[in-house]
């Protein structure tokens, strides 16, 4: 069974709204920084092109359909 285009973007479009106060979608990230000593268990402060700072405990890098690695992360890629 091969579902087709559109159900399959409903799904993922369900599947996201699951997580919509968790994750902020369509947000271009300026600067990760680890953290030397976590806050609450923030291990990571995130800057963003609109000046937004946010602390997490967790980070996940999506690259999207065509993979794109930044130099700065391909020695462990």
């Known amino acids: 069974y ?7 973007r409903d799904y ?5 709204e699951h997580f919509s106060r968790q994750v902020r979608y369509s947000t271009t990230v300026t600067g990760v920084r680890a953290l030397s000593s976590p806050v609450s ?3 990571f402060e995130l800057s963003t092109a609109d000046g ?3 602390t997490c405990t967790s980070l996940v890098v999506a690259a999207g359909r065509t993979p794109y690695v930044p ?7």
């Open 52 to 54: 937004q700072t946010y």
């Open 12 to 16: 993922i479009r369900w599947a996201a």
């Open 71 to 77: 130099p700065v992360f391909a020695a462990i890629a």
């Open 2 to 8: 091969y579902p087709y285009r559109y159900e399959y």
């Open 41 to 43: 268990g923030a291990r």
